[in-house]
């Protein structure tokens, strides 16, 4: 017999009553006591479920604190409503171990409560040892903004919130997510990543969901699909806004009660697959342009995870720079060469459209194109419209570039959001019109192909990524 508690914080709205029937319905293998009001906090429970009111939800330290001292080995499970992400982070920071929100449904709540009593609990790792543990050597970086990310790995793994990754292609979105489903309970359990992109449009639901026999013509055999195969594990949805609208319809009653139709079945199948998130374009521009269906986005994005772009971060080429050139000297069995001065200079100067991905490919070029030489010459480094220097550059024409290139961008910018209207851009960047327009004059810009009906020139346009194409593995 095991115990569980529930505190019921919030007795008016009648979910301790709700959630007390689920546990119930577990059989006799559940000793489920409801205390109402703080009571006796965790004292003999190896579960303790809170029903938090929205007061507490903003601020639950008072609370979680004496239950985490009285009981630290006890997992902590939320039952909130409507919350933030911030929120929903800050009780994960402050031990909670997973939260639940109404309609509390039992193929929620239950595989939840077993996984939490068959796992021992460990204290959070550091982000050092998480690396070590999962092989994330290879997500290197000392930058604020990689950190916050790293930082918040196990808290999200230990959890069952859906996770919504974005970022540019060659971020690492997959390694993240390979790292929240190794560090979860469902560790043991397959983890699958597949690219919707890459599947054609009539195939998306027979992927997912799989056929029976005869299902269509060819289908002589039954065939599972992927959220078979991630049966109580971890379903990776890279390129999610690239699903046609009718598997986001299936897709989006599958994630709110956990069953589906294989193609030709008139079977409901059950599945626990927890099903992550991720994009490299901006989803909520896809929701405007109705290429992604609102009720799905609002769905999968409960907690926004955004890894930074490689030039967002650019105090961490060096560190990665150094690891690729050890990485890959080492798998070609030669000594390891050091930057020169000017090629670390030309790698600091490019933008990386690529990202991380890219740094590696041109640092594995520069590794073969330099032979046996003991540096990497500016020489070696092949990087497409990217000036090499032939050594230190002064700090008065480095700061005097950036600056130009910072000025060039925003005013770009200023002029998509503006639609070519050059007064409502010197508006909004500060200056008067004349000021403005010597600018635009100074970068050669011309506004013209910004306005409305203009045909698009592709010197004046604003990068785009083109969309990744991963084969599913």
Not at 127 to 146: D, I, P, Q, W, Y
Not at 160 to 185: N, Q
Not at 203 to 225: D, I, K, M, P, W
Not at 246 to 258: H, N, W, Y
Request: a positive charge; proline letters at 7%; aromatic letters at 6%.
């Amino acid at each position: 017999m095991r115990t569980i508690r529930i505190l019921d914080l919030d007795a008016a709205r009648g979910l301790g009553a709700a959630l007390a029937e689920i546990l119930a319905s577990a059989g006799g293998e559940l000793d489920v006591q409801k205390v109402v009001g703080a009571g006796r906090g965790g004292e003999g429970a190896e579960v303790l479920f809170l029903i938090l009111p929205a007061g507490l939800v903003q601020k639950p330290e008072p609370l979680l604190g004496p239950l985490r001292r009285e009981r630290p080995e006890v997992p902590l499970v939320a039952v909130i409503g409507q919350a933030t992400s911030d929120q929903v982070l800050a009780l994960l920071q402050s031990g909670v171990h997973d939260f639940l929100v109404p309609p509390l449904r039992p193929f929620e709540v239950l595989p939840r409560l077993w996984r939490l009593l068959a796992q021992s609990h460990p204290q959070v790792p550091s982000v050092a040892k998480l690396k070590e543990t999962l092989g994330l050597r290879h997500m290197v970086g000392e930058s604020r903004s990689f950190l916050d990310v790293i930082e918040k790995i196990p808290l999200l793994a230990r959890c069952e919130a859906s996770v919504l990754m974005s970022g540019e292609t060659g971020t690492g979105k997959e390694l993240v997510v390979r790292a929240i489903h190794y560090l979860s309970p469902r560790a043991k359990k397959p983890f699958i990543p597949v690219n919707c992109g890459a599947i054609p449009t009539e195939l998306v639901e027979n992927e997912l969901f799989g056929h029976n026999r005869s299902a269509y013509t060819g289908a002589v055999v039954a065939q599972a699909g992927l959220i078979e195969e991630a049966e109580g594990g971890t379903l990776l949805l890279d390129e999610v806004d690239s699903l046609p609208l009718l598997a986001q319809v299936k897709l989006l009653r599958f994630l709110q009660e956990r069953e589906y139709r294989a193609l030709g079945s008139t079977r409901l199948y059950k599945a626990d697959v927890r099903v992550i998130a991720a994009a490299n374009a901006d989803l909520e521009q896809a929701v405007t342009q109705g290429r992604l269906r609102q009720d799905l986005y609002y769905r999968l994005n409960v907690i926004p995870l955004r890894l930074p772009a490689l030039r967002e971060r650019r105090e961490d080429i060096p560190l990665l720079a150094s690891h690729f050139l050890h990485k890959h000297a080492t798998r070609m069995g030669r000594l390891e060469p050091r930057l020169a001065p000017g090629s670390l200079q030309a790698l600091l100067s490019y933008d990386w459209p690529g990202n991380v991905r890219e740094l590696e490919h041109v640092i594995e070029r520069a590794v073969v194109l330099s032979q046996e030489e003991e540096q990497i010459l500016p020489g070696h480094i092949a990087l497409p419209r990217a000036e090499c220097f032939d050594g230190p550059e002064e700090f008065r024409k480095a700061k005097a570039r950036a600056v130009a290139q910072f000025e060039a961008s925003y005013i770009r910018g200023l002029l998509v959001s503006c639609q070519g209207n050059i007064t409502r851009a010197a508006h909004a960047a500060g200056k008067n019109r004349r000021a403005f327009w010597e600018l635009i004059r100074k970068h050669g810009i011309d506004a013209e192909p910004f306005r409305p009906g203009s045909p698009p020139r592709p010197d004046n346009l604003p990068h785009h990524q083109d969309k990744k194409v991963l084969l599913r593995n």
